[in-house]
């Protein structure tokens, strides 16, 4: 148990009915970061996209040049098994990790080889809207030739936490970040959304920011809902002119911003639309 969490563990061939220690000391990843990993959800009896994010965290583990010890239909096998060590009904996070034990000769560098593999799957409420608030981060995204944006990899989440709690110490629950050249690319935990004259715009990916499962997914049901989806380059000022902010992601899956800076932003008819489809859609699969 962790933070009144039930947490069960796999690794190394069983399932642990505890948040079970799995990184050794000398591990490489212990002091040099050397980590990937994705996160699904179960809620209401329902893994969306399950074998997207499975596959996904396979794709991250040999961007980082980690040699993967597992498929993406065996970890989907296994999460599915360990879900049943849960309430059918219990609201899950999912998340499987992969890192480098040993070292290369050069120390910095790891053995592809060594790659490990766990997962661990644990109680999680979802987040109801309401009260969702976001500013401005004074910290930027990293280009691709600076770091490993195209994996879901630990080693970026340094950045992505300085952002929340820097937004979090000001009273606000999120914060845009920007990209190194000024546009808008995400918060620090979720893909944004602005609405405008009803249509939706979202910024276009460009290698600094993760194009998340649940965005493609938003944007595929609100384009067969009839609704325009533009993905393009956008600034603060854009988002200060929006007549709806809205983030997608894991934890909430899609959730309306009540606040940006200092305007209240009432509930609007497009992201409770986009929130309705994706439940519909959830819930369906």
């Keep these: 148990m962790a ?35 994705d996160g699904a959800r179960q809620f209401e009896g329902s893994r ?22 597992v498929d993406a239909d065996t970890m989907q096998g296994l999460i599915e098994e360990g879900c049943k060590l849960f309430s059918p009904d219990a609201a899950l996070y999912l998340r499987g990790i992969m890192w480098a034990r040993d070292s290369a000769p050069g120390i910095i560098d790891f053995v592809p080889e060594s790659t490990e593999f766990a997962l661990c799957i644990e109680t999680l409420p979802m987040p109801g809207p309401g009260a969702f608030s976001l500013t401005v981060s004074p910290f930027c995204r990293p280009r691709p ?19 929340m709690a820097e937004a979090r110490a000001r009273g606000f629950s999120n914060a845009l970040s920007l990209d190194v050249n000024g546009h808008v690319a995400e918060t620090a935990s979720t893909n944004v959304f602005m609405v405008r004259d009803g249509v939706v715009l979202t910024p276009v990916p460009n290698g600094m920011f993760l194009n998340g499962i649940t965005r493609q997914r938003v944007i595929a049901l609100l384009r067969a809902d009839g609704v325009e989806v533009r993905e393009q380059s956008l600034t603060v000022e854009d988002f200060h002119g929006a007549e709806e902010i809205f983030v997608t992601g894991n934890i909430a899956k899609v959730m309306p911003v009540a606040r940006f800076e200092d305007r209240i932003l009432p509930p609007g008819p497009v992201a409770a639309r986009a929130r309705s489809l994706y439940w519909d859609y959830a819930l369906g699969h």
């Design 3 to 37: 933070l009144g969490r039930e947490i069960a563990t796999w690794f190394q061939g069983r399932w642990h009915r505890e948040d079970a220690m799995v990184i050794r000391a000398a591990d490489h990843v212990s002091w040099l970061g050397s980590q990937v990993f």
């Design 145 to 163: 030739d600076m770091a490993l944006t195209e994996a879901k990899a630990g080693s970026l989440y340094a950045n992505n936490g300085r952002i």
């Design 48 to 69: 969306p996209d399950l074998d997207l994010h499975c596959a996904r965290l396979v794709r991250s583990a040999e961007v980082m040049g980690l040699r993967p010890p």
